[in-house]
């Protein structure tokens, strides 16, 4: 069964940037369509981006469009999440989550196959 494991979280001044990552092992991610998403303290889950299983489709919140970017190497697999201009806002412990089965669209919904999280902290 594939596993995956987000890092690259930490904490950054307000503006600056972050680059996650969610590995996988146990099994090939390549056919997976993937997701990030974050939970802050006191509030819902939320989705952040979803990319296809081949890159070529993704989707974003309305919240990081234009500062966030999905992207994915299925040769290392591992999906990334390329976070620019930072705000408070964005602090939350961010998951990565995968789909084998709607694997021709991006990921937008939560799933089983799902990491333990890294926190990302943004100081204002």
């Known amino acids: 069964q594939v596993q995956l494991v987000e890092s690259g979280g930490g904490l950054v001044q307000a503006g600056g940037s972050l680059a996650l990552s969610c590995a996988a092992s146990?099994?090939?991610?390549?056919?997976?369509?993937v997701g990030w998403f974050r939970q802050a303290p006191g509030k819902e889950r939320e989705f952040v981006a979803g990319?296809?299983?081949?890159?070529?489709?993704?989707f974003y919140a309305s919240s990081v469009k234009g500062r966030f970017t999905i992207s994915r190497d299925n040769a290392k697999n591992t999906v990334y999440l390329q976070m620019n201009n930072l705000k408070a806002e964005d602090t939350a412990v961010y998951y990565c989550?995968?789909?084998?089965?709607?694997?021709?669209?991006?990921?937008?919904?939560?799933?089983?196959?799902r990491g333990q999280g890294t926190q990302v902290t943004v100081s204002s």
């Open positions: 990319i296809d299983w081949s890159g070529g489709s993704t």
């Open positions: 146990g099994g090939s991610f390549s056919s997976y369509s």
């Open positions: 989550a995968g789909d084998p089965l709607r694997r021709n669209r991006p990921l937008v919904g939560w799933t089983n196959y």
